[in-house]
Structure formats: structure tokens, C-alpha cells
């Protein structure tokens, strides 16, 4: 079975750095899609990162530049490490994870199969 459990949420200010993990079991971050996504009460869920099997990444414009996504192959952990943060990156963050799903940032929630329970990451002023 697959389980993958974030953590690292909490609350910043603005301009101030996170890092969410995500421990994955039934999941081989060497074969598997990965990926984080995020939702605000209100909004559609949407891809924040992603890295595909081959270590290739994607980013969705709004966090480009500031969040950097990444595996622990030896460990099967997820990373999403947030720096600059804003208030609009308040928000529930999931990660996913699927055998096929188009590997990238801009890829429909609606194909991953496998998803955590998120981390609540608030950003204040």
C-alpha cells in the first residue's frame, strides 16, 4: 500500500522560509512521479511542483524562482523547500504521487492517484 505523510507546515511571515517533507512508503521516488500541490478555501487544488522519475523538475509560474522541489532517493522523501514567502502562499499543501500521471507542475490534480493528507502552511504580515 502507499502512504505518503507530510509534515513541516506551520505559520511564517512574509519573506520567511519552510521546508515540507513528505515521507513516502509503497512509493519508489525513483520510478514514481512526485509532486506538491496546494489548495486556499475557495480554490480549485493546483500544482505547485513536481519532479519526474528522471530527476526533471517543473514549477508552477507563481512560485518559480522561490520554492525548490526535491527527492531523497536513499529515503523515499519528498522535499519542497519555500523561501520569500508571500501571504497568497497561505494555503493546504498536498503531496501526490502517481505512476503515470503527466509529470509536471501544470498537470490536472484530478491524475494523481496517490495523495497525503496536506500540511497547513500560513504566511502572515
Known amino acids: 500500500q502507499v502512504q505518503l505523510v507530510e509534515s513541516g507546515g506551520g505559520s511564517v511571515q512574509a519573506g520567511g522560509s519552510l521546508r515540507l517533507s513528505c515521507a513516502a512508503s509503497?512509493?519508489?521516488?525513483?520510478?514514481?512521479?512526485m509532486g506538491w500541490f496546494r489548495q486556499a478555501p475557495g480554490k480549485e487544488r493546483e500544482g505547485v511542483a513536481a519532479v519526474a522519475n528522471d530527476g526533471s523538475t517543473t514549477y508552477a509560474d507563481s512560485v518559480k524562482g522561490r520554492f525548490t522541489i526535491s527527492k531523497d532517493y536513499a529515503t523515499n522523501t519528498l522535499y519542497l523547500q519555500m523561501t520569500s514567502l508571500k501571504l497568497e502562499d497561505t494555503a493546504r499543501y498536498y503531496c501526490a504521487a502517481d505512476r503515470n500521471a503527466p509529470c509536471t507542475a501544470g498537470s490536472n490534480w484530478v491524475s494523481w492517484r496517490y495523495w497525503g493528507q496536506g500540511t497547513q502552511v500560513t504566511v502572515s504580515s
Open positions: 509503497g512509493v519508489t521516488a525513483s520510478t514514481y512521479c
